[in-house]
């Protein structure tokens, strides 16, 4: 049973945190839709997944969380990397070859160091200071092919006629906390879900939740490997469990918006069906069963 569900944020962040291996296993760490899943591929491999490294950059769909949902202007945020960076290489005053031996054999002149453009490299040293640089500031860096895929793909979503009206009357990124209560009810379980797209009071997609995917193909053969590999209707049956203990709607479908990580960026819409959402929610129970006698013994 969930208890003390509620809404605690919209817009406010498009990513939860995953913890770290230390964190993880206290009785504070709030257990999210996606450590649900993890847990149920594997309790190890879950508990000892590392922390987020923030040199590591937004991945794709919390690029398009951040650009697409979260409160307009918010996007702002995410600076692409430049095209090209400056640095010093030594050049041969006569013939212009490049190189890093000091003397041009060809000429037999030393070489000099000349500002050249370079595409730009994560790895080299001027390309990781800039980096720091903008984290500094507090805005993330993306690396240019992947803020240029982003802005395609949000085209695609904001083009769509049905996308752009759900977007506009509803709620987005919405946090929603409870805490699970185990059916030996002595033990209890912190809970925290992001959910993408949410009902804004009251319009005729009321009973839906959506969540935003970004995936290698959207055709319904695909998306079906897709989901269940990604535990996707067991994260759904946890966020809708909680949104539903929240705000006491009754969320009778589940949606998730598709759109192909690849030009030109398929969009797809796919619906839960009853079935499997009962059986999601089965399953969601076990797995919250098993995660609290893990962490009681
Ligand atoms: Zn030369």
Redesign the pocket.
């Known amino acids: 049973m969930i208890t003390d569900a509620k809404i605690v944020s919209a817009g406010a962040q498009c990513c939860l945190d995953w913890g770290t291996p230390e964190t993880r296993t206290t009785a504070e760490y709030a257990v999210t839709p996606m450590d649900l899943v993890l847990f149920g591929h594997s309790p190890a491999r879950w508990r000892l997944r590392p922390g987020r490294d923030p040199e590591d950059g937004p991945g794709r769909h919390e690029l398009l969380r951040g650009t697409l949902l979260a409160a307009s202007g918010a996007g702002a945020k995410y600076i692409p990397t430049p095209e090209t960076y400056r640095t010093l290489r030594p050049v041969?005053?006569?013939?212009?070859?490049e190189s890093s031996a000091a003397t041009?054999?060809?000429?037999n002149?030393p070489?000099v160091n000349q500002a050249v453009e370079r595409p730009w490299s994560p790895q080299a040293q001027n390309c990781k200071l800039w980096a720091e640089d903008v984290r500094e500031k507090g805005l993330v860096p993306v690396p240019r092919a992947l803020g240029e895929a982003n802005r395609r793909m949000m085209d695609r979503i904001i083009g769509d006629r049905h996308t752009a009206k759900l977007l506009a009357d509803s709620q987005k990124l919405v946090l929603v906390t409870g805490t699970y209560e185990g059916k030996d009810g002595k033990n209890c379980l912190p809970l925290k879900a992001l959910i993408d797209i949410a009902p804004d009071e009251c319009h005729e997609l009321c009973a839906t939740l959506t969540t935003v995917l970004v995936v290698p193909d959207a055709s319904p053969g695909s998306w079906s490997n897709f989901a269940v590999k990604t535990g996707q209707h067991i994260q759904a049956a946890l966020a809708r469990q909680l949104f539903q203990a929240a705000t006491g709607e009754d969320i009778k479908h589940y949606l998730w918006l598709l759109v192909e990580a690849k030009e030109p960026h398929i969009l797809g819409r796919r619906r839960s069906t009853p079935e499997l959402d009962k059986l999601a929610e089965q399953t969601c129970e076990r797995l919250l069963e098993r995660m609290l006698f893990c962490r009681n013994s």
């Open positions: 041969c005053p006569k013939c212009g070859s041009c054999r060809k000429c002149t070489r």
